[in-house]
């Protein structure tokens, strides 16, 4: 794999992947049978057995898969652009046994691509789709025989190295093809390449990340934003912030709770270089002339560092109004924070005095030290509660005001800056700054214009600017870089409200913060609304209905989200919050639907359903409710309720599995009562996930529009009617709903 980018301060070396077969094994006579052509079969339960039934040792299985599914792939995909594959180019020798090396792919890569200039479309159309139909068989083959739930006698186990290396260089030959034959952006989709994912059951660098002190959510959240290179990528790297074991102790695959701040044991924390804290002085700023500033109206408090005095016995810094000022964006959980008053020690105030001098120099802007960070800039005094809260409501226009934007990262100033793209975008994927919720709104809000222009990371040898990772092409040649598309992806852009909102949830998903009353006032200060109205309402509750009564558009797939719902009536389809959402349980993803309406009504979708019948029978609720589709040639529907993620993982995980199946039998049995105490329950049907349903209680009919109430989130799935005959279940009936059917959902 060394036709990776080199990782500057590596974890571990990189790997070796020994060469088990001759490089002679591929004959070069085509891919998709080179099993049959060598004696091999592949039976779908036993795995790969000899036709003659020999006995391989596991060994000579792994010789013939590495011959087959990597110099057969390599071989393969190249020969379709004529591009003669030798072998002996990808093996060295290394003492007593040879190394898998792909330190002259960039060579054949390049020679691909020249060859290819100028190629039509129907021809680029045809090429990804020969190549697609190579990785799809590798990718099925790996699935079902090794990433799979088969039996241990019937898998075909590989050996980690070799398995790294089949899937790395598939990805790569994947991106390359995508380039090289790249298709224009309005027809991507029709891409014979853009559906072949290579996707993993399990996560081959499990060990690696365990050994290293990674996060279970960092590592839950890389196992679904990047492949497999990436996760070979970050797996090399050396974390130096996750030195403290216990940072991540209390954290699971679904949540990290690293980096809370606790505001009864907060500490502010001088520099690493500070040796002497007793004779370094905490520095303050005057709050009442801060706030003095915020009740001004259209001023933004700032702090000039070019003077200091000495006033009632404290160091004191200037407070001013400015137009010209860097603001600082921070994890308050590394330390930079101060819950008691607006003051940094000495140490802090000369470190952000150099920093801004510095990023300052090298882009010629806000030549005046002059500086905002809420630490300083965000009355924290109990008599200034009203000032805290106008500092917020003006927290848009303080980032969207500011000359320039810092990022300060622990972990990314711990980093160089002259590393590899590749290795920038996955450090700061990683970085707490990426995973905090009112960054997300720091970096969006630094200007009106896309890539955030302004908004520049510290690293240890300097700053850069966070769209210079853009300045060349968004795809290399040479390996693919699933970390950086993912980066950008949780930058959300779009001038359209209802698109950003559904990238604002996909950015959410992997953010935390320690004040849950916090995420409507940023959602809503990043979407352009007034966060005025928020900040004087007492609960997370009353916060976030406020945020959806804002909204007047909303991607209609959230009324399937799999989250807690707010419980106050009129809202009950609404996401109580979507950070840290496990498995994507309220990332809104705008589909086929149009989007919703959202008034004080209720939220007007449009969807297909069923009326269901109210009449009880007497049976066993437990395994959930049946009815026939009388417009689908009564096909029987199976239709369950949703129990949440907690119900079939953690009980699972924590308890035996009895108590499991009963706490699942009790959901079944609530959610048939619900069914059948409802004067005219219906379920509403998701159109781009038919399997998906609301149950609901239908209120009235007004000018064909279905006015309900909200009760619960569900499933349907087709059953065979011939294995359900004579079984005693639940059985009732139903009348199919217009497939454009106006709903008013409460």
Same mark, same amino acid.
């Given at each position: 794999?060394?036709?990776?980018?080199?990782?500057?301060?590596?974890?571990?070396?990189?790997?070796?992947?020994?060469?088990?077969?001759?490089?002679?094994?591929?004959?070069?006579?085509?891919?998709?049978?080179?099993?049959?052509?060598?004696?091999?079969?592949?039976?779908?339960?036993?795995?790969?057995?000899?036709?003659?039934?020999?006995?391989?040792?596991?060994?000579?299985?792994?010789?013939?898969?590495?011959?087959?599914?990597?110099?057969?792939?390599?071989?393969?995909?190249?020969?379709?652009?004529?591009?003669?594959?030798?072998?002996?180019?990808?093996?060295?020798?290394?003492?007593?046994?040879?190394?898998?090396?792909?330190?002259?792919?960039?060579?054949?890569?390049?020679?691909?691509?020249?060859?290819?200039?100028?190629?039509?479309?129907?021809?680029?159309?045809?090429?990804?789709?020969?190549?697609?139909?190579?990785?799809?068989?590798?990718?099925?083959?790996?699935?079902?025989?090794?990433?799979?739930?088969?039996?241990?006698?019937?898998?075909?186990?590989?050996?980690?190295?070799?398995?790294?290396?089949?899937?790395?260089?598939?990805?790569?030959?994947?991106?390359?093809?995508?380039?090289?034959?790249?298709?224009?952006?309005?027809?991507?989709?029709?891409?014979?390449?853009?559906?072949?994912?290579?996707?993993?059951?399990?996560?081959?660098?499990?060990?690696?990340?365990?050994?290293?002190?990674?996060?279970?959510?960092?590592?839950?959240?890389?196992?679904?934003?990047?492949?497999?290179?990436?996760?070979?990528?970050?797996?090399?790297?050396?974390?130096?912030?996750?030195?403290?074991?216990?940072?991540?102790?209390?954290?699971?695959?679904?949540?990290?709770?690293?980096?809370?701040?606790?505001?009864?044991?907060?500490?502010?924390?001088?520099?690493?270089?500070?040796?002497?804290?007793?004779?370094?002085?905490?520095?303050?700023?005057?709050? @009442?002339?801060?706030?003095?500033?915020?009740?001004?109206?259209?001023?933004?408090?700032?702090?000039?560092?070019?003077?200091?005095?000495?006033?009632?016995?404290?160091?004191?810094?200037?407070?001013?109004?400015?137009?010209?000022?860097?603001?600082?964006?921070?994890?308050?959980?590394?330390?930079?924070?101060?819950?008691?008053?607006?003051?940094?020690?000495?140490? @802090?105030? @000369?470190?952000?005095?150099?920093?801004?001098?510095?990023?300052?120099?090298?882009?010629?802007?806000?030549?005046?030290?002059?500086?905002?960070?809420?630490?300083?800039?965000?009355?924290?005094?109990?008599?200034?509660?009203?000032?805290?809260?106008?500092?917020?409501?003006?927290?848009?226009?303080?980032?969207?005001?500011?000359?320039?934007?810092?990022?300060?990262?622990?972990?990314?100033?711990?980093?160089?800056?002259?590393?590899?793209?590749?290795?920038?975008?996955?450090?700061?994927?990683?970085?707490?700054?990426?995973?905090?919720?009112?960054?997300?709104?720091?970096?969006?809000?630094?200007?009106?214009?896309?890539?955030?222009?302004?908004?520049?990371?510290?690293?240890?040898?300097?700053?850069?600017?966070?769209?210079?990772?853009?300045?060349?092409?968004?795809?290399?040649?040479?390996?693919?870089?699933?970390?950086?598309?993912?980066?950008?992806?949780?930058?959300?852009?779009?001038?359209?409200?209802?698109?950003?909102?559904?990238?604002?949830?996909?950015?959410?998903?992997?953010?935390?913060?320690?004040?849950?009353?916090?995420?409507?006032?940023?959602?809503?200060?990043?979407?352009?609304?007034?966060?005025?109205?928020?900040?004087?309402?007492?609960?997370?509750?009353?916060?976030?209905?406020?945020?959806?009564?804002?909204?007047?558009?909303?991607?209609?797939?959230?009324?399937?989200?799999?989250?807690?719902?707010?419980?106050?009536?009129?809202?009950?389809?609404?996401?109580?919050?979507?950070?840290?959402?496990?498995?994507?349980?309220?990332?809104?993803?705008?589909?086929?639907?149009?989007?919703?309406?959202?008034?004080?009504?209720?939220?007007?979708?449009?969807?297909?359903?069923?009326?269901?019948?109210?009449?009880?029978?007497?049976?066993?609720?437990?395994?959930?409710?049946?009815?026939?589709?009388?417009?689908?040639?009564?096909?029987?529907?199976?239709?369950?309720?949703?129990?949440?993620?907690?119900?079939?993982?953690?009980?699972?995980?924590?308890?035996?599995?009895?108590?499991?199946?009963?706490?699942?039998?009790?959901?079944?049995?609530?959610?048939?009562?619900?069914?059948?105490?409802?004067?005219?329950?219906?379920?509403?049907?998701?159109?781009?996930?038919?399997?998906?349903?609301?149950?609901?209680?239908?209120?009235?009919?007004?000018?064909?529009?279905?006015?309900?109430?909200?009760?619960?989130?569900?499933?349907?799935?087709?059953?065979?009617?011939?294995?359900?005959?004579?079984?005693?279940?639940?059985?009732?009936?139903?009348?199919?709903?217009?497939?454009?059917?106006?709903?008013?959902?409460?």
């Amino acid at each position: 794999m060394d036709h990776l980018p080199k990782i500057e301060a590596s974890a571990f070396p990189p790997l070796e992947v020994p060469c088990l077969c001759e490089t002679n094994d591929y004959d070069r006579g085509g891919f998709l049978d080179f099993p049959q052509r060598n004696g091999w079969k592949i039976d779908k339960l036993r795995g790969l057995v000899r036709s003659d039934e020999e006995h391989k040792s596991p060994e000579k299985i792994t010789a013939f898969v590495q011959a087959w599914l990597f110099f057969g792939m390599l071989h393969e995909v190249f020969r379709i652009s004529e591009v003669e594959i030798e072998f002996k180019d990808f093996v060295r020798d290394s003492g007593n046994h040879r190394i898998v090396t792909t330190s002259r792919l960039r060579q054949y890569l390049n020679n691909w691509a020249n060859r290819e200039r100028g190629q039509d479309l129907t021809s680029r159309r045809e090429k990804q789709a020969h190549v697609a139909a190579i990785l799809i068989r590798v990718d099925s083959f790996l699935m079902h025989f090794h990433d799979s739930v088969l039996p241990e006698k019937w898998k075909v186990t590989l050996p980690m190295e070799v398995l790294l290396s089949i899937l790395i260089m598939a990805e790569t030959l994947k991106n390359a093809a995508m380039l090289i034959w790249r298709f224009p952006l309005r027809q991507l989709l029709s891409s014979p390449l853009i559906s072949v994912g290579l996707f993993r059951r399990q996560n081959p660098l499990k060990h690696y990340f365990n050994r290293a002190g990674w996060c279970l959510n960092e590592v839950a959240m890389l196992e679904d934003l990047v492949d497999t290179t990436g996760l070979y990528i970050a797996s090399l790297l050396k974390r130096p912030s996750l030195s403290n074991e216990q940072l991540h102790s209390g954290c699971t695959s679904q949540d990290c709770n690293a980096y809370q701040v606790d505001y009864q044991t907060y500490k502010t924390k001088h520099t690493r270089e500070c040796l002497d804290l007793s004779s370094c002085p905490f520095v303050f700023v005057d709050d @009442q002339k801060v706030s003095s500033i915020l009740e001004n109206g259209d001023k933004i408090p700032v702090i000039s560092l070019t003077s200091c005095n000495i006033e009632d016995g404290r160091l004191m810094l200037e407070v001013v109004e400015s137009s010209a000022y860097t603001a600082f964006s921070h994890v308050w959980g590394h330390g930079l924070g101060n819950v008691k008053t607006n003051s940094l020690p000495r140490c @802090q105030i @000369q470190h952000l005095t150099d920093l801004v001098a510095k990023l300052s120099q090298s882009t010629g802007r806000c030549a005046q030290p002059m500086i905002w960070i809420d630490t300083l800039c965000v009355p924290v005094a109990k008599n200034l509660k009203k000032y805290r809260r106008l500092a917020i409501a003006k927290m848009a226009e303080t980032y969207k005001k500011a000359d320039q934007v810092l990022v300060l990262d622990l972990e990314l100033q711990q980093a160089l800056s002259t590393a590899s793209r590749t290795e920038l975008a996955t450090r700061i994927l990683c970085c707490s700054w990426m995973r905090r919720l009112w960054t997300l709104q720091e970096a969006v809000l630094t200007d009106n214009r896309p890539n955030c222009e302004k908004l520049y990371l510290q690293f240890r040898d300097g700053p850069i600017a966070f769209n210079s990772l853009l300045r060349s092409d968004i795809l290399t040649l040479s390996h693919s870089e699933k970390a950086l598309g993912a980066l950008f992806s949780r930058i959300p852009q779009s001038e359209n409200m209802t698109t950003n909102l559904g990238r604002l949830t996909s950015s959410l998903e992997y953010r935390k913060t320690s004040r849950l009353m916090d995420e409507p006032l940023c959602l809503l200060s990043i979407l352009g609304g007034n966060v005025k109205r928020l900040v004087d309402l007492s609960s997370a509750e009353q916060r976030m209905q406020a945020f959806y009564s804002f909204l007047e558009e909303i991607p209609s797939e959230i009324l399937f989200h799999k989250g807690r719902s707010l419980e106050i009536d009129g809202y009950r389809w609404a996401p109580i919050s979507f950070l840290s959402s496990c498995k994507s349980q309220t990332v809104l993803r705008r589909r086929h639907a149009p989007p919703a309406i959202h008034n004080s009504q209720g939220l007007h979708v449009r969807f297909p359903g069923f009326y269901l019948s109210t009449e009880k029978h007497l049976a066993d609720a437990s395994r959930g409710i049946y009815f026939e589709d009388p417009e689908n040639n009564r096909q029987v529907q199976h239709l369950w309720p949703y129990l949440g993620e907690s119900d079939y993982h953690t009980s699972y995980a924590t308890e035996v599995a009895a108590q499991a199946v009963y706490k699942q039998s009790q959901g079944m049995e609530k959610f048939a009562n619900l069914v059948f105490q409802t004067d005219r329950p219906a379920i509403i049907i998701n159109t781009s996930d038919r399997s998906e349903v609301v149950l609901v209680a239908v209120l009235r009919e007004t000018e064909g529009t279905l006015f309900c109430q909200y009760l619960q989130r569900g499933y349907i799935r087709p059953r065979p009617s011939e294995l359900l005959a004579g079984k005693d279940f639940i059985w009732i009936t139903a009348q199919s709903i217009a497939v454009n059917q106006q709903w008013c959902v409460r």
